[in-house]
């Protein structure tokens, strides 16, 4: 064993070979020395552990090795994909892209200082959430508005200032999980409210709510229930007869819409959205929404309605602990901006462009790639197909939207080996298996993305030398993409 150890070479030989010289030369060589010491400080505890067996390569092979290793750390595990699955919001890719003015807005208060916390005006200290209340009041309706780290947060904070040893009345049609680790009970319980389920999981009726409000209850809350449809013999109240019961019975009213809609999405076809101005016209107290799902803008938790309540929540210690940052809020107000215009939305949120763009566009895309997609050598035979896309993000997964993809089916591997080398590749490209063929569905994949996804076809054929660092891949495409 000890030969061995003594027959690894040194870090100086090791940074003298020739890969770990031209690395030296494009990366930081404080990098790489690190590097190669950590490489040989697990070598040798390889050797200890394995004893007598252990071959040690050539000190070439073990150069090369090594760099190869140090090279994968230096590409970001968080990168740009190219999202081709169909999932309009996959919160595994991040969920809503930016539009390109909120892009802006996060760099320019990122680059130095930024007027966060002061009024401009008096110079006296400010709340950070000032540059969006403003924004959120004319495009919702409300009388006041906070901002919060994601709605999972918002909900929190809201069931923490509201209705802390205190009951809730939900209905049991409406106790979500939303992708494994938001579970309404759970939230519910975590802040100190007691949760009261009324009605059954397919019908629940306003007289449900109505017997169980007693002089322990808070609030009512109506929750939307995102990623599943209860269909049939079902019934829920509408906000609107919560609002009258709550209001006539002195409890808060708070409405979880989950999605954010600010517009009506019927024209994209999904419906069942709730908008949330209409949720504040229907009367909710207490409207909570995501800014990362159908807003299209920053992952945020946003809390509208009632400024008394607004001011309660608030002043609750959790407040501190969920705020969000400069660039969120940036980026949030710039992308509400975009709203004030209706006309401008499609143009400037890619969540919009990628839902309003026509199926011709996508078959005429779709056409024109599928030529240069089938001279690929990795692929056998390349397709035009219709077929569904999902908006995904915890919505209704029976809302589907028409698509085009491209089916390919590889030659020399499997579709999942194919799956997963696109993924590893550069750019990195996710796709849908779909029984025999890779689906690349152009719903959700940017026109000035189109001849990424060739050349990384091409490049995994060896056709370009562009090289595909095997980088540990993500899971494949499941149900919980959609879910949540
Ligand atoms: C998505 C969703 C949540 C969780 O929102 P995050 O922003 O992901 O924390 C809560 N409630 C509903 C109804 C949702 O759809």
């Known amino acids: 064993m000890s030969n061995i150890l003594r027959n690894i070479p040194s870090v100086n030989e090791l940074l003298e070979s020739a890969p770990l010289k031209a690395l030296s030369e494009q990366a930081n060589r404080n990098v790489v020395v690190a590097g190669v010491r950590d490489f040989l400080d697990d070598l040798r505890k390889e050797v200890q552990d394995k004893a007598k ?13 090594i760099a190869d290793w140090i090279k994968q750390d230096e590409i970001p595990l968080l990168r740009p994909v190219v999202n081709a699955t169909g999932i309009l919001l996959h919160t595994g890719l991040g969920r809503a892209p930016l539009a390109e ?32 209340q403003k924004l959120l009041q004319q495009l919702t309706g409300a009388e006041a508005a906070l901002v919060v780290n994601n709605n999972a947060g918002a909900t929190l904070l809201t069931l923490s200032a509201l209705a802390n040893g205190k009951e809730v009345v939900v209905s049991r ?131 509208v309605g009632k400024r008394e309540l607004i001011d309660r929540i608030t002043k609750h210690p959790l407040t501190r602990a969920f705020r969000v940052d400069k660039m969120t809020l940036a980026a949030l107000a710039a992308t509400l901006r975009i709203y004030r215009d209706q006309d401008s939305v499609e143009q400037k949120i890619p969540l919009l462009s990628l839902l309003s763009t026509s199926v011709e566009n996508l078959q005429n895309r779709a056409e024109r790639i599928a030529p240069q997609i089938a001279t690929c050598p990795v692929v056998a035979a390349v397709e035009v197909t219709e077929d569904v896309s999902y908006l995904g993000g915890g919505s209704v997964p029976s809302q589907q939207l028409p698509t085009r993809c491209l089916a390919i089916t590889p030659a020399g591997q499997s579709v999942d080996q194919l799956s997963a080398a696109l993924r590893a590749g550069s750019p990195s490209v996710f796709g849908r298996v779909k029984r025999d063929s890779l689906l690349i569905d152009l719903r959700t994949v940017f026109p000035r993305q189109d001849m990424q996804i060739v050349a990384a076809l091409k490049a995994l054929s060896g056709l370009e030398n562009e090289a595909s660092e095997a980088t540990p891949p993500l899971e494949t495409l499941d149900e919980s993409d959609i879910a949540d």
């Not at 320019?108 to 000032?130: I, N, P, T």
């Open 101 to 132: 003015e909120a892009i802006h807005a996060v760099q320019e208060v990122s680059d130095g200082y930024a007027s966060l916390e002061v009024d401009l005006a008096s110079g006296e200290r400010s709340q950070r959430v000032k540059c969006v």
């Open 53 to 65: 067996e252990m071959n040690l390569p050539n000190p070439a092979e073990l150069a090369e090795r």
């Open 173 to 303: 049609g409406q106790l979500i999980e939303i992708g494994g680790s938001y579970r309404l009970p759970d939230v519910m319980s975590q802040s100190g409210a007691k949760l009261h389920e009324v009605g059954t999981t397919n019908k629940t009726r306003i007289g449900d709510y109505q017997q169980a409000i007693h002089s322990d209850t808070a609030a009512v809350m109506k929750v939307h229930p995102s990623n599943y449809v209860v269909v049939g013999f079902s019934e829920q109240p509408t906000l609107q007869q919560l609002v009258d019961l709550g209001h006539r019975r002195n409890v808060h009213v708070i409405d979880d819409v989950g999605s954010g809609a600010l517009i009506d999405y019927g024209k994209y076809g999904i419906t069942d959205e709730p908008i949330v101005s209409e949720s504040i016209k229907a009367g909710a107290d207490v409207v909570l929404f995501s800014g990362d799902k159908l807003l299209g803008g920053p992952q945020a938790g946003i809390i």
